[in-house]
């Protein structure tokens, strides 16, 4: 049976598995699936966008098979896409997998993602256009390590949280500072304390920092074994733009550079290793924030008891 206090909630219980890049998440979900009855719904930004498979280490068609996955591949490259239109997908898979008799189970390290499913996110206020064309244009001339650098200035707080290439939201966020003189973190923190949408049963899974590192390393030149590279080649010829959002995510804006500026080999490679590391610490960063009970990810035996005490599965 499902807690009183929990059945109360309309969003119900959501299990959530959570963990930085290459912490297991995915190996984890497919073993509880021959456990318990669940369904995967991704959050992750990068997966969304058609073609981009390597690079964000999307389940492969063989671990669909196995586990039913969802909100892959649902837009094209250049196409317009956010959390919030994830967050009403993810909604619709929720439920859909609920009518079904099953177990939705949330996967992935995108945190705006689940902050837009669990609380739905702040408005932004209006700005107007010619403050963000002028952003835009500046980013174009002095590049995004100075829009960045600025950002760092006026809300350290989230510029803390964006990487130096994240020009949509590092734009956005200057645009609300400059048109209204207010920290769009502060805006997001006032908004976090809305009530929850769902009851997140949050379980994460990382390794030493050590290990995680190690990792990571290892993944990265696995992916390029794959055909990172060659990938990245196919989604220009057929028209991806080298500025689209997918394009920024770490692997595939290095191995753009290397293509359209040059630079060896063992430069991209670290280039890519040392990008992963830094994005995983800012991934444990923002779980801090989360009331996350973290577990081994070879105990699948505890995290599906775990999610059956909760849910009531049988």
Not at 278 to 300: C, H, I, N, P
Request: with cysteine; aromatic share 4%; glycine share 10%.
């Amino acid at each position: 049976m499902v807690p009183e206090e929990l059945s109360a909630v309309p969003g119900g219980p959501l299990p959530i598995i959570v963990g930085p890049t290459a912490s297991g998440k995915t190996a984890l979900a497919l073993a509880l699936a021959e456990r318990i009855p669940v369904e995967v719904v991704s959050c992750d930004s990068v997966q969304v966008y058609r073609g981009f498979d390597i690079g964000s280490s999307k389940a492969t068609q063989e671990e669909r098979s196995r586990v039913p996955h969802h909100l892959l591949d649902l837009v094209d490259a250049n196409e317009a896409f956010n959390a919030g239109m994830w967050a009403r997908a993810a909604d619709g898979a929720i439920g859909a997998i609920r009518a079904a008799g099953r177990i939705p189970l949330v996967v992935g390290g995108s945190g705006l993602y689940l902050r837009a499913l669990l609380h739905g996110l702040a408005e932004a206020p209006d700005v107007p256009v010619e403050v963000r064309d002028a952003l835009e244009l500046r980013w174009g001339k002095e590049g995004g390590a100075a829009l960045h650098a600025e950002l760092l200035e006026v809300d350290p707080a989230l510029g803390s949280r964006l990487p130096p290439g994240d020009r949509q939201r590092i734009v956005r966020a200057l645009a609300v500072f400059h048109a209204t003189g207010k920290r769009l973190s502060a805006l997001q923190e006032e908004h976090r304390f809305q009530e929850e949408r769902y009851v997140p049963v949050t379980l994460g899974v990382t390794h030493a920092r050590e290990v995680l590192n190690t990792r990571i390393n290892g993944r990265v030149l696995a992916m390029l074994d794959q055909g990172l590279v060659q990938e990245v080649e196919s989604l220009l010829a057929a028209g991806a733009s080298p500025d689209s959002r997918p394009m920024q995510a770490t692997g595939y804006r290095q191995i753009v550079e290397m293509l359209t500026r040059g630079g060896s080999a063992d430069d991209v490679i670290e280039g890519i290793q040392q990008s992963h590391r830094r994005y995983a610490k800012r991934q444990m960063t923002w779980f801090r924030s989360l009331e996350v009970a973290w577990m081994d990810s070879g105990d699948v035996a505890g995290v599906a008891a775990r999610v059956e005490a909760v849910l009531g599965a049988d």
